[in-house]
């Protein structure tokens, strides 16, 4: 199985601060890459696909880069409705496998 | 609106069975497989595997081979996702997930979107 790595497992930061969270992949994964964040007692919701396309109605200050092995996830301007967890996923191969996950907490 | 609604939540005791169902409303439900994920409490997200909605085939996790059936009701566009012989450490939320994109027999990868409000299985003697 392809194995995703997120740094760092936890960040602490202030509203309107730019913040960035890593994903690697054991092997490359291409582009097929998406991020999600979840709050408590919550459905993880989409943010991020094919490593960089923005989902409809996501706000525009997340966006997401890379590719093969090494991906992105930035957020321009925290807002405190950010403060959540954020887990990359890849869906190239027929496992899928999702990192570990990254808790975002007010400084 | 496309959605995904899960049944309740369940408890169940060691060695027992828990059947959880998905019903997709808002798109046609051969376009798509269902994917399962589970979260054990304060935990992340583990891939349970997926079922094809319009051949039935499946690809389950490696850890679950086994103890974990997945089906589909095509006629009331429902998913279905059993697990036995039910250990403690199964107490999760179990979501499922909308993915991949299939035409023609052909999946290609996809995101998953939407997912079901989760069903929470809690495992209890």
């Known amino acids: 199985d392809i194995q995703m790595t997120q740094s760092p497992s936890t960040l602490s930061a202030s509203v309107g601060d730019r913040v960035t969270i890593t994903c690697r992949a054991s092997?490359?994964?291409?582009?097929?890459l998406a991020w999600y964040q979840q709050k408590p007692g919550k459905a993880p919701n989409l943010l991020i696909y094919?490593?960089?396309s923005l989902e409809s109605g996501v706000p525009s200050r997340f966006s997401g880069s890379g590719s093969g092995t090494e991906f992105t996830l930035t957020i321009s301007s925290l807002q405190p409705d950010d403060f959540a967890t954020y887990y990359c996923?890849?869906?190239?191969?027929?496992?899928?496998?999702f990192g570990q996950g990254t808790r975002l907490e007010i400084k | 609106q496309v959605q995904l609604v899960q049944s309740g939540a369940e408890v169940k005791k060691p060695g027992a069975s828990v059947k959880v169902s998905c019903k997709a409303s808002?798109?046609?439900?051969?376009?798509?497989?269902i994917n399962w994920v589970r979260q054990a409490p304060g935990q992340g997200l583990e891939w349970m595997g997926w079922i094809s909605t319009y051949t039935g085939n499946t690809n389950y996790a490696q850890k679950l081979q086994g103890r974990v059936t997945m089906t589909t009701d095509t006629s009331t566009s429902t998913a279905y996702m059993e697990l036995r012989r039910l250990r403690s450490d199964d107490t999760a939320v179990y979501y499922c997930?909308?993915?991949?994109?299939?035409?023609?027999?052909?999946?290609?990868?996809?995101?998953?979107?939407?997912w079901g409000q989760g069903t929470l299985v809690t495992v209890s003697s």
């Open positions: 996923q890849q869906y190239n191969s027929s496992s899928i496998t």
């Open positions: 092997q490359s994964i291409s582009s097929w």
């Open positions: 094919k490593a960089s």
């Open positions: 997930a909308r993915a991949p994109y299939c035409t023609g027999g052909v999946c290609f990868p996809s995101r998953f979107d939407p």
């Open positions: 808002g798109y046609t439900f051969t376009n798509y497989g």
